[in-house]
């Protein structure tokens, strides 16, 4: 009966020492969130009253008590962070201060061990580049764009090896860029700064175009098609110089003309056939108009069934120029390139997009979209979402998204829906002479892409 008494007894002291334990930790955190709202919110516009923590705002997620996800967004926060408030935040795998006014240095943050993704972008930041940052090995996200960070990007960065995107654009960046190869990195962004030098050649920074480097004027690589100037010699040049130099300079020149003549006459042969294939089109569409009554009903039950279930002749065109809808049962897009271009981006990413109008056409409209994490690609949305057929239109794009070349624009990946239809490419921007040249001929082949899917339209 004592040794009863006694289990008993045992199991009340643990339970109470665990039931008094866990609200010291959650109070532990409180008063550090607290700390931090003192120093950074003197317009009071967090309301952080009562004990339960993991209630307050911008507190996404806890375990056991402890704060593991911080999103303060667009609050206009003030003032500067300190590092011994912060580091004392042990839990956090997401700290998020986006869209703010917070100035100062970012401050050492070696403390935040278990930190997986940081955004500390369009903020008042100053200061050099952080170089604690380096030493959180779980880091796979770091946003510090649009902030006035200055001196030169560390060659730590290599060491995060889980590194997924890199975003420090639009700052005040100098020195040259490190030689980043981490298989695991997707976005990445330098523009805006003025950083010079040569752009590493490996092979995680040739996957991204002159945009990820637009702007520093003293970059140069493959990655923005401008040579480096190699390193003169201490002694003066020799004669025979000149004259070699001289007769490259005209092969090039001469090389150059030929390629604007081809592509010229390229697309003028294009535009051609492209009218030609409006004509044939206007023409059946003419025919079909005459048998309207005698196959409506069918025609409507293949819309149907290709659209997923439902809808008219309706083309589902929006007024506004974006190309976002409301609809239910979206799907998500069909990649069409490797697996690595499946991590890059979700449809619901494309719907978040701001999109940019770039031209309208007989196909439909063609626009720049830029999604929040900054990738960029270009969208053209099909006018017509009936014709081909579903099946007939899967076996098309699943042909095209096989064209690979280096002067052809890649078709990504496409969307079907209920009378909607998207095809998603590349994004090429305007720059150089070089980049002009040979953006046209990229034109060219997207033209050539929808000459081959109306001629198909056209035979089937």
Same mark, same amino acid.
């Given at each position: 009966?004592?040794?009863?008494? @006694?289990?008993?007894?045992?199991?009340?002291?643990?339970?109470?020492?665990?039931? $008094? =334990?866990?609200?010291?930790?959650?109070?532990?955190?409180?008063?550090?969130?607290? &700390?931090?709202?003192?120093?950074?919110?003197?317009?009071?516009?967090?309301? @952080?009253?009562?004990?339960?923590?993991?209630? @307050?705002?911008?507190?996404?997620?806890?375990?056991?008590?402890?704060?593991?996800?911080?999103?303060? !967004?667009?609050?206009? +926060?003030?003032?500067?962070?300190?590092?011994?408030?912060?580091?004392?935040?042990?839990?956090?795998?997401?700290?998020?201060?986006?869209?703010?006014?917070? &100035?100062? *240095?970012?401050?050492?943050?070696?403390?935040?061990?278990?930190?997986?993704?940081?955004?500390?972008?369009?903020?008042n930041f100053s200061g050099n580049f952080p170089a604690s940052i380096s030493s959180l090995h779980r880091l796979k996200i770091v946003v510090l764009a649009g902030n006035q960070i200055s001196g030169s990007i560390p060659d730590s960065l290599t060491k995060l090896a889980r590194l997924y995107v890199l975003y420090l654009q639009d700052n005040q960046l100098t020195g040259s860029i490190p030689p980043l190869n981490q298989t695991s990195l997707r976005f990445f962004n330098v523009s805006g700064n003025q950083l010079s030098g040569d752009i590493p050649a490996t092979a995680a920074l040739l996957r991204f175009n002159a945009s990820s480097f637009s702007g520093n004027i003293d970059l140069c690589g493959v990655q923005v098609n401008n040579q480096c100037r190699s390193p003169t010699a201490g002694g003066p040049?020799?004669?025979?110089?000149? *004259?070699? !130099?001289?007769?490259?300079?005209? &092969?090039?020149?001469?090389? +150059?003309?030929?390629?604007?003549?081809?592509?010229?006459?390229?697309f003028v042969g294009l535009v051609v056939l492209l009218l030609l294939c409006i004509?044939?089109?206007?023409?059946?569409?003419?025919?079909?108009?005459? $048998?309207?009554?005698?196959?409506?009903?069918?025609?409507?039950? !293949?819309?149907?069934?290709?659209?997923?279930?439902?809808?008219?002749?309706?083309?589902?065109?929006?007024?506004?120029?974006? =190309?976002? @809808?409301?609809?239910?049962?979206?799907?998500?897009?069909? =990649?069409?390139?490797?697996?690595?271009q499946q991590m890059s981006y979700s449809m619901e990413d494309l719907l978040k997009a701001s999109a940019e109008t770039l031209g309208r056409g007989t196909m439909g409209s063609t626009y720049k979209a830029v999604m929040e994490s900054g990738y960029i690609v270009t969208v053209k949305r099909l006018k017509d979402a009936r014709y081909p057929r579903l099946d007939e239109f899967r076996r098309q794009m699943d042909l095209l998204g096989r064209l690979r070349h280096p002067n052809v624009v890649p078709l990504r990946a496409y969307f079907q829906a209920k009378e909607e239809r998207l095809l998603v490419y590349d994004y090429f921007p305007n720059g150089s002479l070089f980049t002009l040249i040979h953006g046209n001929m990229l034109i060219t082949c997207f033209l050539f892409h929808i000459i081959i899917f109306i001629m198909s339209t056209l035979v089937g």
């Open positions: 009966m004592v040794c009863i008494i @006694w289990r008993h007894s045992l199991l009340f002291i643990v339970l109470a020492s665990v039931l $008094s =334990f866990l609200p010291c930790a959650q109070s532990g955190d409180a008063e550090v969130l607290l &700390s931090l709202k003192s120093a950074i919110d003197p317009l009071n516009r967090l309301r @952080w009253e009562g004990n339960t923590v993991c209630q @307050w705002h911008g507190v996404k997620g806890c375990i056991n008590g402890r704060v593991t996800k911080l999103v303060l !967004e667009f609050l206009n +926060l003030t003032g500067t962070l300190d590092q011994k408030i912060l580091n004392q935040l042990g839990q956090l795998r997401v700290l998020s201060f986006k869209e703010n006014s917070i &100035s100062g *240095p970012i401050p050492d943050m070696s403390g935040l061990v278990n930190l997986k993704s940081l955004y500390l972008n369009r903020n040049s020799s004669a025979p110089v000149y *004259p070699a !130099e001289r007769k490259g300079s005209a &092969s090039r020149r001469s090389k +150059l003309i030929k390629i604007i003549a081809g592509t010229l006459g390229g004509c044939c089109k206007r023409k059946l569409s003419s025919k079909e108009e005459k $048998s309207k009554g005698e196959v409506g009903s069918a025609e409507a039950a !293949e819309a149907g069934e290709a659209s997923g279930g439902g809808g008219g002749g309706n083309t589902g065109q929006k007024e506004g120029g974006g =190309f976002s @809808w409301e609809g239910e049962g979206l799907g998500s897009l069909v =990649f069409l390139g490797g697996g690595d």
